[in-house]
């Protein structure tokens, strides 16, 4: 069974921090490519990043680079999120994502990042 746990939201002040963690189970999480999106209150899926599944190409779209960085762990079947700077626009809850090679998408229940003072 294809397990994605979410876990490091929180609520943060503007221009702090937050590190988002993915625990994956139930497939080969070296082989595959990995995303992270995010949902606004009363707002569509946004993709946030991506990274391949050697881990060393990243993605992300342009309202978070410089500020989110994206990371993969083969060895502990993790996904990262590091978000600094962090803007209350960021506020949102994330959902890491991945496609398996039967092409269905599998993300977990999500973590709840708050950014307000």
């Known amino acids: 069974e294809v397990q994605l746990v979410e876990s490091g939201g929180g609520l943060v002040q503007p221009g702090g921090s937050l590190r988002l963690s993915c625990a994956a189970s139930g497939f080969t999480f070296g082989s595959y490519d990995m995303s992270w999106v995010r949902q606004a209150p009363g707002k569509g899926p946004e993709w946030v990043s991506s990274?391949?599944?050697?881990?060393?190409?990243?993605y992300s779209t342009d309202s978070v680079k410089g500020r989110f960085s994206l990371s993969k762990d083969n060895a502990k079947n993790t996904l990262y999120l590091q978000m600094n700077s962090l803007k209350p626009e960021d506020t949102a809850v994330y959902y890491c994502?991945?496609?398996?090679?039967?092409?269905?998408?599998?993300r977990g229940q999500g973590t709840q990042v708050t950014v307000s003072s």
């Open positions: 990274i391949n599944s050697g881990g060393g190409i990243t």
């Open positions: 994502n991945v496609v398996l090679g039967n092409g269905v998408r599998y």
